[in-house]
């Protein structure tokens, strides 16, 4: 295995980290001017949520529309970008794996953007038409002064992105056991010991992460806990082969 001194790292990761930041940059840039198309997909789970006529977003600051789309679309390209993040971090520490380690770790960079878009596919399909229909239902048009959402675009988004990126990261738990597990900082033995004490965080995380309401906190807590307990079976097999 080739030796490589700390300038020739520093370079390299220097090297890498420019081709990421020209991607992004150019991916930002192609997605602001689309910017107006993907807010309109991103509305689609709550223009379906209601069929009243007249619904429409506002926004109360001079710059906030402005400022809304260029955090839409700065996130946006960071979805893009997320397999390319994973190929150039793989391309980087490749050299100092041995052939048994990159049989473990190729899969990892492979399955973790997948995992952090089905993460994203599943609240943004499933979870936001309930989330929504559950906040819609606050509304009051029999009142003396009617009770009616009018969402800002910026809290809009903000919501979005708080749930895909919550679900986005919650789906790599079972990436993070595993590189723990090949470290040898965890066993299946100790995840399966620590079971109950990991259900109490999950559903701790899972409150601070999805909006105020149970149906979300529910929604985001439940795969993880799914995810845990495949965690555990990943590292029981990393095991056996090591033991092997």
């Known amino acids: 295995m080739k030796k ?22 150019s991916t930002f840039l192609f997605c602001y001017y689309f910017s107006d198309d993907i807010y309109s997909f991103i509305l689609k789970p ?31 390209a960071f979805l893009i970008v997320i397999p390319l993040i ?19 770790v190729v899969p990892a960079f492979i399955i973790s953007p997948l995992l952090f878009y089905l993460g994203g596919f599943f609240v943004f399909y499933l979870i936001m038409p309930q989330a929504w229909q559950f ?5 009051n048009s029999n009142s ?12 809009y988004l903000s919501i979005v992105m708080q749930l895909v990126t919550a679900f986005g990261l919650a789906s790599q738990l079972p990436i993070v056991m595993l590189i723990l597990c090949v470290l040898k900082l965890i066993t299946s033995e100790g995840l399966k010991n620590k079971r109950r004490f990991a ?9 601070i992460l999805t909006p105020p309401d149970v149906l979300s906190q529910i929604a985001l807590a439940m795969p993880l806990i799914i995810l845990y307990e495949i965690s555990i079976v990943m590292c029981k097999f990393v095991e056996k082969k090591r033991n092997r």
């Open 4 to 25: 490589y001194t700390f300038k020739e790292h520093f370079l390299e990761l220097k090297r890498r980290f420019l081709i990421i930041a020209t991607f992004f940059l």
């Open 46 to 76: 709550l223009a379906n949520a209601t069929d009243q006529h007249g619904r429409k977003m506002i926004y109360t600051g001079m710059a906030e529309a402005f400022f809304t789309y260029v955090k839409l679309s700065f996130w946006a």
């Open 86 to 104: 994973a190929y150039q971090l793989y391309s980087f520490i490749a050299p100092g794996l041995l052939a048994h380690e990159k049989t473990l």
């Open 135 to 139: 906040f819609l239902s606050f509304e």
């Open 144 to 155: 003396s002064l009617p009770i009616i959402l009018e969402a800002r675009v910026s809290e």
């Open 199 to 207: 259900i109490v965080i999950i559903f701790i995380m899972a409150a």
